[in-house]
């Protein structure tokens, strides 16, 4: 997922297999700049790297924020990913250059975007990130480990959220489903319109779905969604899907 605003340098949410397709509207010719705020290292949210086109090229250059790990610094365990025999390329092999920050509870400037970076519960070390960028906030929360009850909301999670445009969370299971995998790290649709509502947010966008559910599923949780939202007064909420752009701002 990629936030662009025109004569600056994009701002990349993960390393997901969205890079791929991300990489086809981007410079290959070496120019490309850019930086991608990474959650945290789960595979499904760091093995689009290597397919991303624009960083082989001599000069290209992508800087990546992501939360510092147990194990080392997150440059030297994200090597520990891509490298022989999982990939035969170790990301120092690549023409454009890669850099890594490790950031946890911290307020960073890009550019000209104000990032605010704050702890998410989930499984592991992660973290969510709001940009306020343009006149334009967006915050992205992906995996996000509801609570038994629900109900509570950490406060890192509404800080980040807090009346922004655009609320990018996880909304990966139905009640029942959460019922069967409460510890897996994510949250139900309702927790997500609910997350939403009371940051103020003005628009949901329902991601991380879960990989078993199938289009009719997830219209079928939209209309869920829809149904809640306008009981807590939450003004938008709609389901993400590949390629889809949405603009914000003027
Ligand atoms: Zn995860
Ligand atoms: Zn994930």
Not at 31 to 56: E, Y
Not at 195 to 212: Q, Y
Request: hydrophobic share 40%.
């Amino acid at each position: 997922m990629a936030l662009e605003v025109p004569g600056e340098d994009p701002i990349v949410f993960d390393l997901g297999t969205g890079l791929r397709l991300f990489g086809d509207t981007q410079p290959t010719d070496g120019t490309f700049k850019g930086t991608a705020l990474v959650t945290h290292i789960h595979w499904d949210h760091v093995q689009g790297l290597p397919f991303f086109p624009p960083i082989h090229q001599v000069g290209a250059a992508l800087d990546i924020y992501g939360p510092h790990q147990e194990e080392g610094p997150l440059g030297e365990v994200f090597g520990g990913l891509m490298c022989r025999p999982y990939f035969p390329v170790h990301f120092s092999e690549l023409e454009g250059d890669v850099t890594f920050n490790d950031v946890t509870d911290e307020d960073v400037k890009i550019g000209r975007a104000k990032v605010k970076v704050r702890p998410v519960p989930h499984n592991g070390p992660t973290v969510g990130y709001r940009v306020d960028w343009d006149g334009v906030s967006v915050a992205y929360i992906s995996d996000h480990q509801a609570p038994h009850d629900l109900k509570s909301i950490a406060p890192s999670v509404l800080e980040l959220a807090d009346g922004v445009d655009l609320l990018i969370h996880d909304a990966q299971y139905t009640p029942a489903e959460f019922a069967k995998k409460e510890t897996w790290g994510h949250c139900t649709v309702d927790y997500a319109v609910h997350v939403a509502a009371e940051a103020g947010a003005k628009r949901l966008a329902m991601f991380h779905h879960d990989p078993s559910h199938s289009d009719e599923d997830l219209d079928r949780l939209l209309e869920m969604a829809r149904c809640a939202a306008l009981h807590v007064g939450l003004p938008e909420v709609f389901s993400s899907y590949e390629r889809l752009s949405v603009q914000l701002g003027e």
